[in-house]
């Protein structure tokens, strides 16, 4: 019976997604737009949904709305077990190889994300093809923003989505209508729909009906300017097509993890000295790589909580992901300040460690290989392990050495030294010191 036609399906949803795999967002501007549902059949059956397209976003993330609307927020919707700390390694480079969506900065992997996002565009029964054009603008929120890096992403645009955002950051900031933090993703899994497909055209078994309002229209328009929006599209034959996806320009911001991050090489006992300083209780190990996974603690004075992080150990060549090398990394690039940690004992009695002053001067390269003024922060040194034969010298040495920058002797695992140090790290970030470390600032051999 030619009378009895099912609707067309309704439009794949734009999703965000929130996975501790990335990185890289510092801030950036989305266009994005959900693709049109599918036009209504003469067949008696009901055309299929339009896949979803996730864009997956780190941990953190915070959404600003510049325009349009977020159509629905779903919680913790799937749970992946992707942890990238337990395997070193299979960080953020090793996620679009296995198929996940992540975008990122690195402009040497567009080309990968992009045909990982192709392969999500296995429309059944909806009408043309997925619509979404991404651009980006990183604009770091702690370190300068020089280091811009921009690039865009579209597919098959058409007509509902051909506008490129790329808007400046003043623009955005002049921009009235700005919400700001509709939403946050703080939790792996947690997803956010950004974008709502298109509802689907009526069948003709509706015809002659007028067309009920699609749930994607913005609310304030009218059966009849819905409509009238149809028809000015210069399409008569409007009732079995599908609806346009919603679209929606937005904003996302990396919040920093942690107010202090302890930089130290491996074994120096930045896991020891988070458990000294505070709450936490990291683990302690007498070998490298103890720590595989940020520690967070929490300091509290009387005004002033901050949050530190005990990482994973820096290692010579971590910028080329060395050792726990980008993970690492980036992970400095979301706090304020900087405690380097050193081991005043690594290079005494035959040990095979190196001295504290090549400590910190491998450190400093390190953060700077992977982004330049990276270690441009207000820092301190803690010289830790002064509970060792020997180590007095090493300190007089190291103070010598390296002048002018906050200096706390500790011995972390006895609990030494400590309430300066933390009267030192409330200093660091309420801004009273602002010391910065630089190799210019260390006499080396
Ligand atoms: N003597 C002495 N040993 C310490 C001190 N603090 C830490 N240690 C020891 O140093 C070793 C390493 O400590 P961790 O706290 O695990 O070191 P880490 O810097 O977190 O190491 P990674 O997680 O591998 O980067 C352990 O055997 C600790 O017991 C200290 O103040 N004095
Ligand atoms: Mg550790």
């Avoid at 149809?230 to 919603?246: H, N, T, W």
């Avoid at 270690?375 to 190291?398: F, H, W």
Wanted: net charge negative; with cysteine.
């Amino acid at each position: 019976d030619p009378m009895v036609g099912g609707n067309g399906g309704r439009g794949g949803d734009v999703i965000l997604e929130c996975s501790p795999t990335v990185w890289d967002f510092s801030g950036l501007q989305h266009h994005v737009a959900a693709n049109k549902g599918g036009p209504g059949t003469s067949k008696n059956m009901i055309g299929t949904r339009g896949e979803n397209k996730v864009v997956y976003v780190p941990v953190g993330t915070v959404l600003h709305l510049i325009e349009g609307e977020i159509p629905t927020i779903i919680e913790n919707f799937s749970s992946t077990d992707l942890d990238p700390w337990e395997i070193p390694g299979t960080l953020v480079d090793d996620i679009s190889k296995s198929n996940q969506g992540s975008v990122y900065n690195d402009p040497n992997v567009v080309a990968e994300v992009e045909s990982v996002l192709r392969t999500d565009y296995s429309l059944a029964q909806t009408e043309g093809p997925m619509e979404m054009s991404i651009s980006m603008k990183q604009t770091t929120q702690v370190a300068s923003t020089d280091a811009l890096s921009q690039f865009s992403l579209s597919y098959n645009t058409s007509k509902i989505c051909t506008k490129e955002e790329t808007a400046d950051k003043e623009e955005i900031e002049e921009t009235e209508q700005m919400k700001y933090n509709v939403a946050e993703l703080t939790e792996q899994g947690q997803q956010i729909i950004v974008a709502r497909g298109g509802e689907g055209g009526l069948g003709n078994v509706s015809a002659g009906k007028f067309p009920k309002k699609p749930k994607s229209m913005s609310p304030g328009v009218d059966k009849d300017n819905t409509f009238d929006v149809e028809v000015s599209d210069g399409d008569q034959s409007s009732l079995s097509k599908g609806f346009p996806g919603s679209e929606s320009v937005l904003m996302l911001e990396l919040k920093s993890i942690a107010d202090v991050s302890l930089v130290g090489m491996p074994n120096a006992g930045k896991s020891t000295l988070l458990g000294a300083i505070s709450r936490a209780k990291p683990t302690v190990g007498h070998y490298a790589f103890t720590t595989l996974r940020p520690n967070l603690g929490n300091l509290n004075y009387d005004d002033l909580s901050i949050t530190v992080a005990d990482v994973p150990g820096l290692i010579k060549g971590a910028h080329e992901n060395r050792g726990l090398g980008h993970a690492f990394l980036r992970h400095i690039e979301r706090t304020k300040v900087l405690a380097y940690v050193v081991d005043l004992a690594a290079a005494l009695d035959g040990r095979k460690g190196i001295p504290p002053w090549e400590q910190l001067k491998d450190l400093i390269l390190e953060l700077e290989y992977h982004q330049e003024g990276l270690s441009d922060r207000p820092s301190l040194i803690v010289a830790n392990k002064i509970d060792e034969n020997g180590t007095e010298e090493v300190y007089e040495e190291l103070k010598r050495r390296v002048p002018g920058v906050p200096m706390f002797p500790v011995c972390a695992v006895l609990e030494e030294g400590i309430p300066e140090l933390k009267t030192g790290l409330k200093g660091l970030v309420n801004g009273e010191i602002s010391t910065r470390l630089s190799l210019d600032g260390i006499l080396l051999d």
